[in-house]
């Protein structure tokens, strides 16, 4: 029985996460649960999972679990999640957090040894270095949970890393593909929440709509595969099928191929290296065809070519990159500023921005917690 810690529980990933150990009440059980705003529904997993622990935002969501679960240990804040993620009782620890607060989780969680399943992108384009040399100094090992990264993973399961040639990270082009700049100008809300193929939580729905979530899957599978920018492809397929490739030294490319279902990944993750069955449909390949292929629009959606051009320079700057993208994607699901606001105030902040080298933990979260300031400097 393999006890999970399911730091993101209320959220998309988490609760696809949730509803696969329920499936498979043989082989998972939850230790541990996390949960900020969504407190009706949490307290309904707390009462359906019995976990050991249940981490929480901040004090007034405290009060109201509480009076519910009297006896249940409540861990808050930041350092409620650290305890969270490095619990003794857990055997891999998936961490479905939104945005920056996963960083410091992922940390503590692969320092105590704990693997962990990751979908938060945040930690290694914030953290790659100082996460991959944490996790190589503790043993523990990070199991990605994105579908295109678990679909490199597993391309590159007993393959010789070295015979590598690139790696192709596949795109849907999201709900503005083939669009120009001045279709973007008057986009709204809704219609950037709109996702052609997937269903996600807001905030990656809007980087996808950006293409700055293909951006940060560039600079996490940088880390991630010890793979240089210059041999990361990034391609729109827009049928969602190929979820990414790998091209080997001989010109030979392998796909990982399958409905776009989140669950598959996680699947993959929680019963790596064997296989998890489910009852999902299976991908009907006459139907899911003819497969296209496109270059994505740098141009137009230069959310992705600054990516690049962060993990490129390197140090501090996909710091800025994320909190920078971060702060705005906020600002604009509150619709304070416009679509096209996004990538040109991350453009901005880049090129104001002095790289800093040999970062270390509280570099990085002193880094992003300027450049969020610095960001509502623009839009006060």
């Known amino acids: ?38 407190l009706e529904l949490l307290s309904e997993q707390i009462g ?9 935002a901040n004090e007034s969501s ?18 409620g ?3 969270a993620a490095s619990a003794s009782d857990s055997d891999l620890v998936l961490n479905a957090l939104v945005g920056m607060i996963g960083l410091m989780p992922t940390y503590a969680a692969l320092g105590s040894g704990k693997d962990v399943a990751l979908a938060n992108k945040e930690t290694l384009v914030a953290g790659g270095q100082l996460i991959m040399e944490t996790a190589s100094a503790s043993g523990a090992g990070i199991i990605p949970v994105d579908s295109e990264h678990s679909a490199i993973f597993q391309c590159l399961e007993g393959q010789r890393s070295k015979s590598v040639n690139r790696l192709i990270i596949t795109a849907s082009g999201g709900p503005f593909r083939g669009k120009d700049r001045q279709d973007l100008k008057g986009v709204t809300l809704k219609e950037a929440l709109d996702h052609p193929k ?11 709509a950006t293409l700055m979530n293909k951006g940060l899957e560039v600079i996490e599978a940088h880390w991630l595969f010890g793979t240089p920018a210059d041999r990361i492809d990034v391609t729109v397929h827009p049928q969602c099928v190929i979820h990414s490739m790998v091209e080997f030294e001989d010109h030979s490319i392998l796909a990982q ?31 899911a065809g003819p497969f296209t292929f496109e270059e994505p629009d740098k141009k137009t959606f230069k959310c992705l070519q600054l990516a690049y051009d962060a993990l490129k320079a390197g140090g501090s700057c996909p710091v800025v990159l994320n909190a920078a993208n971060e702060e705005l994607v906020g600002m604009f699901l509150l619709n304070k500023i416009g679509f096209l606001d996004i990538q040109d105030s991350v453009d901005r902040l880049l090129q104001e921005h002095e790289p800093i080298y040999s970062l270390s933990i509280e570099s990085i979260l002193e880094i992003d917690k300027n450049v969020r300031e610095r960001v509502k400097q623009l839009w006060r």
């Open 1 to 38: 029985m393999k006890k999970i810690a399911v730091l993101g529980s209320t959220g998309s990933i988490g609760t696809q996460a949730l509803d696969i150990i329920d499936k498979n009440p043989d082989k998972y059980s939850v230790s541990v649960l996390s949960g900020a705003t969504k």
């Open 48 to 56: 359906k999972y019995h976990p050991k622990a249940v981490a929480v």
């Open 62 to 79: 405290l009060g109201f679990l509480r009076s519910k679960y009297p006896d249940m240990e409540f861990l808050v804040g930041m350092d």
């Open 81 to 83: 999640l650290i305890e």
């Open 198 to 208: 997937w269903k996600m939580g807001n905030k990656i729905t809007i980087d996808s």
């Open 257 to 287: 191929m399958g409905i776009p279902d989140m669950r598959i990944p996680i699947g993959y993750a929680f019963s790596y290296p064997d296989r998890l069955p489910n009852d999902l449909p299976g991908l009907d390949i006459l139907a």
